[in-house]
């Protein structure tokens, strides 16, 4: 159970969301939410050793930090790694959906494909890392991590 009422929650990525991965683990297919208690800020944010220039760390305290289908360029994979461990903090729980079917479709492009298997062991080695639900249907995995490792 996820409870993000009246939690500070950071989502990294644009890809499909909050709702997203609200609607994964409660397995529901689509979701409406007539109103919103507080209003969303929206910040660009570029993943990677300027995150701690750009977002003063003691500022910014987080419950969440939610992250689906982000990981897709393998040019960017360590950024989005740096970027997911400086928002991370002591009390922190990580969300990330990641949904592998393009996995198959590039198999053949094994850059792509050996850069994903190293951010699956690297983002193991940084983070408590548990998966909460694994849809092999729809080929979507559900991880929570917490408590960086030092």
């Known amino acids: 159970h996820v409870d993000l009422l009246d939690k500070a929650v950071l ?5 499909t969301g909050l ?8 397995g529901i297919f689509h979701l409406f939410f007539p109103r919103c208690r507080y209003t969303p800020q929206v910040v660009a944010l570029v993943w990677g050793q300027d995150v701690k ?7 910014y305290n987080y ?3 939610l992250c689906a289908d ?3 360029h393998h040019n960017l994979v360590e950024d989005l790694l ?22 198959s479709l590039f198999y053949l492009q094994r ?17 408590n890392v548990t998966l909460l639900k694994a849809i092999p249907q ?9 408590d960086l490792k030092k």
């Open 53 to 59: 220039r750009d977002f003063l760390s003691t500022i």
């Open 111 to 127: 850059v792509r494909f050996q850069s994903y298997l190293r951010f699956i062991e690297n983002f193991k080695n940084v983070f």
């Open 19 to 26: 709702v997203s991965i609200v609607a994964s683990l409660l």
């Open 63 to 65: 419950d969440y930090v």
């Open 82 to 103: 740096i970027t997911m461990q400086y928002f991370c903090k002591p009390g922190t729980t990580l969300l990330w959906a990641n949904k592998t079917h393009w996995l």
């Open 11 to 15: 989502e990294l990525g644009a890809g």
């Open 138 to 146: 729809e080929e979507i995995r559900i991880y929570q991590a917490t």
């Open 70 to 72: 982000v990981v897709y």
